[in-house]
C-alpha cells in the first residue's frame, strides 16, 4: 500500500512568489494535516481537514491556505513568498479526526526561497 | 503555557551502548505522547506512543519509553545503539480534549553514533 505521498520533493522559488504543495493521504484515510520544519526545529502545525473542512489552524498568516479535495488529497497554498518560509513542509494522514489514532507523514516537500 | 521540552540538542554515543533521550511537558492533563525518529532529509517515522495503561511502552527498532506522571517525562530508552540510530528523535504530545489531532513537537534531539 502507499504511503502518504507528497510533491514535489523539492523546489526552489523567489521571494513573492506562489507556492501549491500537494498531499495524497493514504489510502482510506480522511484526515490531512499540514507542518511546517525550519531547519533545526520541530514541526510546527499549519492546518488540519478532515471531510473536506479545515478542521484545525497553527499560528501561521493568511498567506498560508490549504484545501481539501473529495478524494481526500490536500493542498497547501502560500502566497507573498518571504525567505523565513524555507523550511520542509510535511503532510501527515490519519484516519479520522479525533486526537490520539496513529498519524503518518510523507517525506516532505523542501521549499528554497531565494 | 503547554509546552514540549526535549533538554539535549546533541546526544553522542558508542555503537553499543545504551541511550536515553528526555521529553517533559507541561500541560493541565496527561496527553497523548508519541516519539518519532526523522532521518535525514526524510519525513518522520513514528516509533512509539503513549495514550493510558502501562507506563513503559514498547515500540519499533527496539525503542522503549517510560511515562512517569510525577515527573511529566516520556523518556525514550534504547539498551544498546547501533549505527542505523543516528538520527533527530522528536517527542510530540496531543491534548486528550483538544479538537483535532494537532501534534505540538519538542525541538528534537540529535543522535550521532560513534563507532
Partial sequence: ?114 | AQSVTQPDIHITVSEGASLELRCNYSYGATPYLFWYVQSPGQGLQLLLKYFSGDTLVQGIKGFEAEFKRSQSSFNLRKPSVHWSDAAEYFCAVVPVKAAGNKLTFGGGTRVLVKP
Fill in chain 1, 1 to 114: 500500500d502507499a504511503g502518504v505521498t507528497q510533491s514535489p520533493t523539492h523546489l526552489i522559488k523567489t521571494r513573492g512568489q506562489h507556492v501549491t504543495l500537494r498531499c495524497s493521504p493514504i489510502s482510506g484515510h480522511k484526515s490531512v494535516s499540514w507542518y511546517q520544519q525550519v531547519l533545526g526545529q520541530g514541526p510546527q502545525f499549519i492546518f488540519q481537514y478532515y471531510e473536506k473542512e479545515e478542521r484545525g489552524r497553527g499560528n501561521f498568516p493568511d498567506r498560508f491556505s490549504a484545501r481539501q479535495f473529495p478524494n481526500y488529497s490536500s493542498e497547501l497554498n502560500v502566497n507573498a513568498l518571504l525567505l523565513g518560509d524555507s523550511a520542509l513542509y510535511l503532510c501527515a494522514s490519519s484516519l479520522i479526526q479525533n486526537q490520539g489514532f496513529g498519524y503518518t507523514f510523507g517525506s516532505g516537500t523542501r521549499l528554497t526561497v531565494v
